[in-house]
Nanobody, 124 residues
């Protein structure tokens, strides 16, 4: 069973940066595509970004394009989300996610596993 543990959240002022990390265990990390989602208070969870198993393909929500960068280090079983020029509307719990199928890189709504989340708060 895959386990996903996020870290790196916190409180930052608007215009600042944060780097989130996701540690994955329980299976061969390098063979699975990964992603990040977020959920703001009172709102549904929304897709943020995804990356293919080898890092060759990425996908971003329009709201974060040009500000957020997803990356992975398969040697360390780690996924990252570099968030720059943060805005108050980026405030949310951020979740790491993945699929159950090896090498699969599917639609944004089709993720199978989720972490517990890490809180990001951006003050104005």
């Amino acid at each position: 069973q895959v386990q996903l543990v996020e870290s790196g959240g916190g409180l930052v002022q608007a215009g600042g940066s944060l780097r989130l990390s996701c540690a994955a265990s329980g299976r061969a990390f390098s063979r699975y595509a990964m992603g990040w989602f977020r959920q703001a208070p009172g709102k549904e969870r929304e897709f943020v970004t995804a990356i293919s198993w080898n890092g060759g393909n990425t996908d971003y929500a329009d709201s974060v394009k040009g500000r957020f960068t997803i990356s992975r280090d398969n040697a360390k079983n780690a996924l990252y989300l570099q968030m720059n020029n943060l805005k108050p509307e980026d405030t949310a719990v951020y979740y790491c996610a993945t699929w159950s199928r090896i090498y699969y890189y599917g639609p944004r709504h089709s993720f199978d596993y989720w972490g517990q989340g890490t809180q990001v708060t951006v003050s104005s």
